[in-house]
């Protein structure tokens, strides 16, 4: 990955929705079964609502029933940091973007096949560019 980019949470507010602000820049998360690509089903690469870097293909996603856009692999490694996450009394594994450090959900070993993985990821933190 190129280098990373590196913003004021002042410039992030002026250029992220204030939900995109809350989930991207404050590790928050939009409540199950209300963003805009959790039912999506176009063809096509989801990236970084932040800075436009490829994260998901459409090809990986995966009904997983829990109200967030799941998928079961990223583009590439290099474009998601994992790290872990302590918060709300659990040991869980966040996943970020790896060009601008953006929340961008959890990653779960409860996915399909071939991985076993789940990124559960918030669509707040996605914009999806169609193919």
Known sequence: MSQKIQ?????????LTP????????QGTERPF?????DHHEKGIY???A???????SAT???SGTGWPSYYQPVSAAHVEELSDTSHGMVRTEVRCGKCGGHL??????????TGLRYCINSASL???KK
């Open 105 to 114: 959900g959890h990653v779960f070993d409860d996915g399909p096949k071939p």
């Open 127 to 129: 914009d999806f560019q």
């Open 7 to 15: 913003k004021s949470e002042a410039e992030w507010q002026k250029i």
């Open 19 to 26: 939900e995109q602000f809350y989930i991207l820049r404050k």
């Open 51 to 57: 800075c436009k870097t490829p994260l998901f293909d």
């Open 34 to 38: 209300t963003g805009k690509y959790h």
């Open 61 to 63: 996603k995966f009904e």
């Open 47 to 49: 990236v970084c609502a």
